[in-house]
């Protein structure tokens, strides 16, 4: 099995084997303040919140070829991601929107708010079957 992380100090989406070896860069390029990932090893994907200048959400291969901005509308500091691999959603949540919102996670497309609060800073999302778990600060 592999574990892939961002390194926020360098804009980097690695990868290694749970023993630390075989360790390389998969995206370089085009980052600017990676937040979060989730994998989804069946169909190979890679997904990304961002901060910076431009904030959005971002698939990639496993290898990181294939990259792709998936939203780049409506948010602000996308936090956590989480991949519902039954309904094959994406979800996130945004820190200054304070918001869950979904979408398709092969188009894209079918946004859709989940939760919306006030004043609630979320930090992290997981999804499991029909729950939704988040954290807030």
């Not at 859709?112 to 609630?120: F, K, M, R, T, W």
Request: glycine share 10%; charged share 25%; with cysteine.
């Amino acid at each position: 099995g592999n574990i892939y992380w961002t390194d926020h100090g360098f804009n980097l989406i690695e990868v290694a084997r749970l023993n630390g070896s075989f360790r390389y860069v998969i995206i370089s390029q085009g980052l600017d303040q990676p937040r979060s990932i989730a994998v989804h090893p069946e169909k190979g994907y890679l997904f990304w919140t961002e901060w910076g200048q431009t904030p959005c959400i971002g698939r990639a291969r496993l290898d990181g070829s294939e990259k792709v901005v998936l939203v780049s509308l409506g948010i602000a500091w996308p936090n956590g991601i989480s991949i519902d691999y039954e309904e094959n959603k994406l979800y996130w949540c945004d820190a200054r929107t304070d918001k869950i919102e979904r979408i398709d996670l092969e188009s894209g497309g079918n946004r859709e708010i989940v939760l919306s609060g006030s004043n609630v800073d979320m930090f992290s999302v997981a999804v499991f079957g029909a729950y939704i778990y988040w954290s807030d600060r």
